[in-house]
Nanobody, 127 residues
Framework: QVQLRESGPGLVKPSQTLSLTCTVS??????????WSWIRQAPGKGLEWMGV???????VYSPSLKSRTSIYRDTSKSQFSLQLTSVTPEDTAVYYC???????????????????WGQGTQVTVSS
């Protein structure tokens, strides 16, 4: 059974870069059967898909976050990571990594399609 675990700082200062890592066990991040996403939930708001990294290491981002987001991986450690630059207090959220079905160009992910999630990690942006 695949397991995902997020790790990273819980507090980031405004204008700095938020960096999180997801460690995957019990499954391969290079398989073409699945794609690996970052999702967040700000206080009082719904889940927001941020982006995905697919089997060949390429990434696709939410248009609203594309200019500030980078997702990359380390296959030797079975990890994929998120970087979000120029953060503001509006980026305060619980951040999740999750496994979803294979990505194809233009695909829209419904949250119910993600079958495995990390436990989530709280990130607060504050000075």
């Amino acid at each position: 059974q695949v397991q995902l675990r997020e790790s990273g700082p819980g507090l980031v200062k405004p204008s700095q870069t938020l960096s999180l890592t997801c460690t995957v066990s019990g499954g391969s991040i290079t398989t073409n059967d699945y794609a690996w996403s970052w999702i967040r939930q700000a206080p009082g708001k719904g889940l927001e898909w941020m982006g995905v990294i697919v089997y060949d290491g390429s990434s696709v981002y939410s248009p609203s976050l594309k200019s500030r987001t980078s997702i990359y991986r380390d296959t030797s450690k079975s990890q994929f990571s998120l970087q979000l630059t120029s953060v503001t207090p509006e980026d305060t959220a619980v951040y999740y990594c999750a496994r979803g079905p294979r990505y194809y160009s233009g695909r829209y992910y419904y949250m119910a399609e993600f079958d495995s999630w990390g436990q989530g990690t709280q990130v607060t942006v504050s000075s």
